[in-house]
């Protein structure tokens, strides 16, 4: 089945940076990304091109401009030169937030952001400190000082605690994408990870259960993104967040040549995990419980970010418990704003819901929440200052991710020269194909022509290692037609066929999976 084109397909051009590690120096060089997408779905390939254009709006890098609205800088103007950043929060504010800036990372190194994330990481790396418990700010104006509306002195600033633990999550993503070994080398980050995954812990653990906890509001400290109702110690996305940092740190600690450090983080995260599952996410009616308040009561029902970041970040164990909440969680959202009771009122609550549902190949149901993202996207944000919900930088930068990483299952180690591919396209996409995906030194065009067909051109200058997986149990996959033994693995539950190919600099490769 060949794609077919629909309507003009424009290039969008991003310039970003790339980072080069050489034996005598550290450099930075630009590199052009015309990222783009064709597909026979029209919503799709409208939508992706749409997004990677829109993503460029927000960039903020050599800018000058208003530091917080109406207030004067020290010098009077009330102007600065802003740092390498982008937009990263409501666009009504100056400012990047860690909460969006985490979301939005992966979709900003795939359209070519790369030096912008690594200065936004160091901003947030560098302002944890231990006068401040070990916290982070919550978010900086664009020449990187403390955002005014989040911050009224060093004692009192917004704080919540999950953010703080994805820094170090998406941290590591970033040295996968970019191949930038600062991620895993510089000494303010490397700080920052060690000190909140052992002194932060530490000093926010009153109950000795190895999990941080929250004071209360945003300004005391939550432990939760669901700012509103209840103000649990721990919550799921807390505990949740805290696993994945966990893991990534261990991740860290093996790329650096640590390897019995990392063995021993590798097991605390398994520990948690185990800990999660089988104590404190029991509950009586089978589902997960997925809060702890003040009292040491469970919180159970639907708690929206503290319920859908535990199948999120994989904390949850596979099988018919975590299934059935996935579908709790879909009926409790409904079909969208205003349809249930429980339905979020904010568009970029619905942003995750793609990420969710595609680690479980739930595709459909992931589809259903970028089509619908896509579909609200010109209408009036719910605060009229903001513009329209496309106006709000997270939805066009997770649109991105969502269909690299998500749809299309792109999963790339530039340091080790590696990348996965998983076909994940819902029923109502036959075939799509994304140009000039750059992950390090390495690019890449890739096609899935529904689920059991990959073709991929190495654009390169070099070989890469092309891991292509088919979801399923398949004896052979056809590679270029050469027959080859498929070995198969396991991914969050799921059977997957998979067979390892040597991807030369320049060619295209077609793998199939075959069927009987």
């Known amino acids: 089945m060949k794609i077919k084109l629909i309507g003009l397909l424009a290039l969008i051009i991003i310039t970003g940076c790339r980072y080069r590690q050489s034996d005598s120096k550290q450099e930075i060089t630009c590199a052009t990304v015309d990222l783009s997408l064709q597909s026979d779905n029209a919503i799709l390939q409208e939508g992706f091109n749409w997004a990677v254009h829109k993503t460029s709006q927000f960039v903020m890098t050599g800018k000058t401009g208003l530091v917080n609205k109406d207030e004067r800088t020290p010098d009077g103007t009330g102007t600065a030169v802003y740092i390498p950043s982008y937009w990263a929060g409501y666009y009504d504010r100056t400012a990047f937030y860690s909460r969006d800036f985490v979301h939005q990372a992966v979709g900003a190194q795939i359209v070519g952001l790369w030096d912008e994330n690594y200065t936004m990481f160091n901003a947030f790396a560098a302002n944890s400190t231990e006068a401040r418990d070990w916290w982070t700010l919550w978010a900086f104006n664009f020449d990187g000082t403390p955002h005014h509306i989040d911050y009224r002195s060093e004692k009192k600033f917004v704080k919540e605690l999950p953010a703080q633990f994805e820094l170090i999550e998406k941290a590591f993503k970033q040295y996968l994408w970019s191949g930038d070994e600062r991620y895993i080398r510089d000494s303010v980050l490397w700080n ?61 600690l093996m790329a650096r040549g640590e390897e019995g450090k990392a063995q021993l983080w590798y097991d605390k995260s398994a520990a948690l995990k185990d800990y999660f599952n089988n104590e404190w996410s029991v509950a009586d009616d089978g589902t997960y419980a997925r809060g702890l308040n003040k009292e040491g009561v469970r919180l159970t029902g639907f708690g929206k970010e503290n319920s859908w970041f535990m199948p999120l970040k994989l904390i949850t164990d596979p099988g018919k418990r975590n299934d059935d909440y996935l579908q709790f969680i879909a009926d409790n959202l409904g079909q969208g704003i205003g349809t249930t009771p429980t339905a979020p009122p904010n568009i970029e609550a619905y942003t995750y819901l793609p990420d969710m549902y595609f680690h479980y190949n739930w595709s459909d149901e992931a589809w259903k929440w970028m089509k619908y993202i896509l579909s609200v996207k010109d209408l009036p944000h719910e605060r009229p200052s903001q513009g329209t919900n496309g106006d709000y930088p997270e939805i066009s930068y997770t649109i991105v991710s969502q269909t690299v990483e998500g749809l299309m299952g792109i999963d790339p180690n530039a340091n080790t020269g590696q990348v996965k591919t998983l076909a994940r396209l819902p029923k109502d996409i036959g075939a799509v194909k994304v140009n000039n995906v750059r992950f390090g030194d390495y690019c890449i065009d890739l096609e899935h022509v529904g689920v059991q067909k990959s073709v991929l051109t190495n654009k390169s200058a070099q070989s890469l290692n092309w891991e292509v997986c088919f979801y399923g149990d398949y004896d052979n996959i056809i590679v270029n037609e050469i027959v080859m033994h498929a070995e198969q693995m396991t991914i969050n539950g799921l059977k997957v066929s998979f067979v390892q190919v040597n991807a030369e600099a320049g060619l295209s490769i077609t793998a199939e999976a075959q069927i009987y």
């Open 192 to 252: 920052f990870y060690t000190r909140t995954l052992t002194d932060f812990i530490t000093l926010h653990d009153t109950n000795n259960n190895g999990v941080a906890e929250g004071k209360g509001g945003i300004w005391a400290g939550s432990c939760t993104y669901n700012e509103r109702g209840e103000y649990p110690i721990e919550a799921g996305d807390g505990i949740a967040c805290q696993y994945q940092a966990t893991l990534a740190y261990a991740h860290m």
